[in-house]
């Protein structure tokens, strides 16, 4: 259900949630239906630009996320097509579980803004959060990791920010130096960040985690001494940077990485060795990974890696992660 | 040499299997193909299983290794829910898949199981870890164990444990003889009585739901709650398993387990630490709790029923007596229920009224605990037969098939007038976290492997759920029935509701 274009203001936005419900609600009813299931467990903020060219991708993963994690979803577009001040459009995404009764909705609300109208975001959205219940910030304005924040888009931005409980986001594609220096700076001012890029590593995280728990690695951590990374991006991608971070913090040896040709894009290949034994993580197609721990072989699924998975395993980690932070701070140093 | 693994992310990893063999007896029996093989599957597919890891099926059809694995495959491929079948990942995976064709009466099976364990260990490195895993049929189990004790197949290096499915003997008597038998081969703490009701995740819920909020537990007692309700309803009939269903019946198959271990979570106290020891302490005190009926008590406080032929949806179906493979005079229960009484502070005096059937009306499994209604009735509920007093709060635990927790309480109709109606407030588990949510299967299969025994049932709960049935299923031996006494599709005998009555109650219709 969709609805005509409303000023942007907190108390219509409001009354047009609870009109489209009470809509919904009676149309149910003549139907002869249940009445409709209001499911909410965050205010889940997509902050996107006319720069974000996978935005009809990212739309379908809201409404696929909405059924594990039922959130009121605000899309703040910042586009030069909007037109003059805020606008917003209300929705509500249903759904019916397959082969049952009741209809399930999540609200969905959409404003649309001129970059130099972004400074009256914050306070619209202020007004339109869940009261009690998580808010979680999906940024995917490549801008606002990109560039200072002293315009009056980033500033915008920035109170919006400070409402979120976490704020994810992509630093894939973004110069690294610059992306990472904005997260540090979020950081340090007590935010919760996750970052995609980190989340693409898990699964050749857990298999090395995995590898060292099986064959009597444990032992033989300390006798490890080269740590290659392979990826297949011109320039070294933050899952690249991370990879190292993270296994810098459990070896005591350095890891070197380097550009192959391979699947990508992103990591290629990881492996470790020591005088007596290897592991290997390399990358063979598109959703697989294969594992050489000495020479037994095993083929390893990357599931997990859609954008769907990705935010999906973000939103379940919602307080601080404390191994993704290690990591981010060795990045630092692996830099400098 | 390191102390832990510093790479380990409990807040992402999920916990995954650790270096061991699986030996299923049973292995081409219908819950390994369409329960244990895809739930193994889908731990590997979520990168769980490790390269250490073999599983060796047995059974009495000849097949090589090759042929096993492929008739796996195919089991994987047709039963496993939510999830995709990935080829590279069935291809690493089916090479930890042997094969052993075997009488279980035979020595050499046992001799040949050893020499193929010792195969994968060699090729897999399992750490010499063996889980035994009984899928066979329960007159099976003496035999297996006994000869697993004789071949010395339940020590090593590594640890040993065995899974053994229900049911848990036929009767308390049974039921105590197989413990001993088993304890003479296997410790109590390596011994896992699997009750997959336990490992579903709304059951588990349940402990979350009510030892994680503050609200609840206040009211979970005899003051405020007036009866509790369990059912588990089945639409179908026995399927084919007319001959097994015979020698069960209801009370037997739901009841005796899966029904009073899930009372038991929903009425236990709340253990001091949430560990396995702990937490089946509580389930286990419940359980001896529950006041065990005199003869000339049963026929007050539990009903047996038989559903016979009717027309469901313009289709005739069959009464039980009528199903393949059942004696067209058979006494068995299709339907059992019980109001059972648990004598301790919390719940003295609350009927728990509890009903299992098949081919009633629907699929459903819930628990429903009525909680007593205001001590002033002010207002008036509408309902077609005019004003009457309202019907009481309502919290409703639904196990499958819409998982999830329902509170009914009453609401001011809109007008002028101050009459109030029902309504209820969903939480629905399965959309409100619409993730898959992983199998009983794989969460017990983990448990076990990881040497997790929380939702496992133990020796003293198995014995002790066998003494509360135990005075019903003497009676009812010993009783003619008039059956059938229910018509297929409707819910169950009249007797059934006459028992509720006699204490001033009614089923609610799920």
Same mark, same amino acid.
């Given at each position: ?10 108390e ?8 489209v419900?009470?809509s919904l609600a ?15 467990a ?10 974000d ?5 990212a ?15 605000i ?25 049952k ?55 915008g ?20 130096p ?38 009597d690695?444990?032992?033989e ?23 190292a971070?993270?296994?810098e913090?459990?070896?005591a ?11 990508g894009?992103g ?15 390399e ?20 599931a ?14 919602l ?6 932070d290690?990591?981010?701070?060795k ?6 | ?24 007896f ?11 093989l ?35 495959k195919?089991?994987v ?12 990942v ?22 040949a ?56 003997g ?33 059951v ?14 206040p009211?979970?007692?005899?003051? =405020?709650?007036?009866?509790? /309700?369990?059912?588990? &309803?089945?639409?179908? !009939?026995?399927?084919?398993? +007319?001959?097994?269903?015979? %020698? ?12 009073l271990q ?38 007050? =406080?539990?009903?047996?029923? /038989?559903?016979?032929? &009717?027309?469901?949806? !313009?289709?005739?179906?069959? +009464?039980?007596?009528?199903? %393949? ?16 009484f648990?004598?301790?502070?919390r ?18 499994t ?41 509170l ?21 588990y ?38 509360v ?24 005998p009249?007797?059934?509701?006459e ?9 609610r219709?799920?």
């Amino acid at each position: 259900m969709s609805s005509v274009a409303l000023p942007a203001q907190p108390e219509r936005i409001m009354k047009e949630l609870a009109r489209v419900w009470t809509s919904l609600a009676e149309e149910e009813r003549h139907q002869g239906g249940p009445t409709v299931l209001r499911a909410c467990a965050m205010t889940l903020i997509v902050a996107t630009d006319d720069e974000d060219e996978e935005s009809l991708a990212a739309s379908q993963t809201l409404t696929e996320l909405m059924h594990a994690h039922p959130s009121r979803a605000i899309v703040l577009r910042s586009s030069d097509r909007a037109g003059e001040g805020l606008s917003a459009h209300v929705f509500a995404q249903c759904w019916k579980p397959f082969g049952k009764a009741q209809q399930i909705c999540c609200e969905q609300i959409e404003i649309a803004a001129r970059p130099d109208q972004w400074l009256d975001v914050g306070p619209t959205v202020l007004g339109i959060i869940v009261p009690d219940l998580p808010v979680v910030v999906w940024c995917r304005q490549k801008s606002a990791l990109r560039s200072s924040a002293n315009d009056r888009a980033q500033v915008g931005l920035e109170s919006v920010l400070s409402l979120a409980t976490k704020t994810i986001v992509d630093t894939r594609g973004i110069p690294v130096p610059e992306a990472l220096a904005r997260m540090r700076e979020w950081k340090q001012r007590g935010r919760i960040v996750g970052d995609l890029e980190w989340t693409r590593l898990t699964p050749w995280r857990q298999t090395i985690a995995h590898a060292f728990e099986d064959f009597d690695a444990l032992s033989e951590l300390k006798n490890i001494r080269t740590v290659e990374i392979a990826y297949t991006d011109e320039v070294a991608p933050a899952s690249a940077l991370y990879a190292a971070a993270w296994l810098e913090n459990g070896i005591a040896a350095n890891a070197a990485l380097r550009r192959e040709e391979g699947f990508g894009p992103g990591l290629h290949r990881i492996s470790l060795k020591s005088g007596n034994t290897s592991i290997e993580l390399e990358r063979t197609g598109p959703t697989c990974i294969r594992l050489n721990v000495g020479d037994k072989e095993q083929q390893i699924s990357m599931a997990g890696s859609s954008l769907y998975e990705l935010m999906h395993e973000e939103l379940t980690v919602l307080g601080p992660d404390a191994v993704f932070d290690a990591a981010f701070e060795k990045v630092g140093e692996i830099r400098s | 040499m390191a102390d832990a693994n510093p790479f380990q992310d409990p807040l992402r990893f999920e916990r995954r299997v650790p270096p061991c063999a699986i030996v299923i007896f049973g292995a081409n029996g219908d819950l390994t193909k369409r329960k244990l093989l895809p739930a193994l599957y889908r731990l590997a597919y979520e990168r769980r299983i490790p390269q250490n890891f073999a599983m060796v099926g047995n059974s009495r059809t000849p097949m090589s290794d090759e042929d096993f694995r492929q008739k796996m495959k195919e089991s994987v491929q047709k039963f496993i829910e939510n999830s995709p079948f990935d080829e590279s990942v069935w291809e690493s995976f089916e090479q930890t898949l042997y094969y052993v064709a075997g009488d279980l009466k035979d020595t050499r099976c046992y001799q040949a199981i050893q020499k193929k364990l010792a195969e994968a260990e060699q090729q897999n490195q399992t750490g010499d870890n063996v889980l035994y895993y009984l899928s066979t049929q329960p007159s099976y189990y003496e035999i297996v164990i006994e000869q697993l004790g004789k071949h010395t197949m339940n020590r090593g290096k590594g640890w040993r444990r065995i899974v053994i499915e229900k049911p848990f003997g036929h009767d308390l008597a049974s039921a105590h003889k197989l413990n001993q038998q088993t304890h003479e081969v296997f410790p109590e703490e390596d011994v896992y009585r699997i009750d997959h009701y336990l490992g579903k995740e709304t059951v588990q819920n349940i402990l979350a739901f009510r030892f994680g909020n503050g609200i609840f537990e206040p009211l979970w007692n005899r003051r =405020y709650v007036n009866n509790v /309700q369990i059912t588990a &309803a089945e639409s179908i !009939g026995v399927e084919g398993r +007319g001959a097994y269903y015979q %020698e069960a019946g209801a009370l037997r198959d739901m009841i005796q387990n899966h029904l009073l271990q899930v009372m038991a979570t929903v009425t236990m106290e709340p253990p001091t630490v949430f560990d396995a020891t702990n937490v089946r302490d509580e389930r286990a005190k419940l359980l001896r709790a529950i006041r065990v009926m005199k003869p000339e008590q049963v026929p007050l =406080y539990a009903v047996a029923g /038989q559903y016979g032929p &009717a027309k469901i949806g !313009g289709q005739q179906v069959p +009464g039980f007596r009528q199903e %393949e493979g059942v004696d067209p005079e058979s006494q068995t229960d299709t339907y059992a229920a019980g109001t059972f009484f648990v004598d301790n502070w919390r719940w003295a005096g609350v009927p728990f009224y509890i009903r299992s059937g098949k081919r009633l009306p629907k699929r459903v499994t819930d628990i429903a605990i009525q909680f007593n209604a205001p001590p002033l009735a002010m207002f008036q509920q509408e309902t077609r037969m005019g004003p009457r007093a309202p019907r009481p709060n309502l919290l409703v635990l639904r196990i499958q098939p819409e998982e999830g927790i329902s509170l009914r309480f009453l609401s001011k109709s809109p007008g002028s007038g101050m009459r109030v109606r029902p309504v209820s407030m969903d939480f629905n588990y399965g959309s409100s976290f619409g993730e898959r949510s992983p199998s009983a299967y794989e969460t017990l299969l983990v448990d076990v492997m990881t040497g997790d025994p929380t939702l496992y049932t133990r020796q003293d709960m198995v014995e002790a759920s066998w003494k509360v049935v135990q005075p019903i299923l003497d009676v009812w031996q010993n009783q003619k029935f008039n059956f059938p006494n229910y018509d297929a599709g409707t819910w169950g005998p009249r007797e059934s509701d006459e028992m509720l009555a006699r204490q001033g109650h009614v089923w609610r219709t799920p």
